[in-house]
């Protein structure tokens, strides 16, 4: 195991990454980068293996900087349009 750790950190040197990057944080980030591009919940889910919506929702599917500028922008949209 430590032989793959060090071609892993080594890998990721030669890349230009954080060093410290993990498979688990790497599939944190997929997860977040397919929410962002509006993947379904369903596919998702497929993707990680995940047969639970509950595991998906509450380990990856956190608010990112950019879902949060989308809803503001949405709900501004909204009340907008509730003015005319």
């Known amino acids: 195991m430590k032989k ?4 892993r950190k080594r890998l990721l ?7 410290n990057l993990t498979p688990h944080s ?3 980030t ?3 980068l397919l929410a962002e591009a ?3 919940l369903e596919q998702i ?5 995940h047969t639970d919506d509950h ?4 380990i990856y599917l ?3 900087k950019e879902l949060k500028k989308d809803a503001s922008q949405k709900f501004g949209l909204l009340m907008r349009s509730l003015q005319k």
């Open 30 to 32: 997929h997860t977040s």
């Open 38 to 40: 509006k993947v379904s």
């Open 13 to 19: 040197k030669l890349a230009g990454s954080n060093e």
């Open 62 to 64: 956190h608010v990112t």
């Open 4 to 7: 793959v750790q060090l071609r």
């Open 55 to 58: 595991t998906t929702r509450n």
């Open 26 to 28: 790497l599939r944190h």
């Open 45 to 49: 889910m497929d993707r990680l293996g």
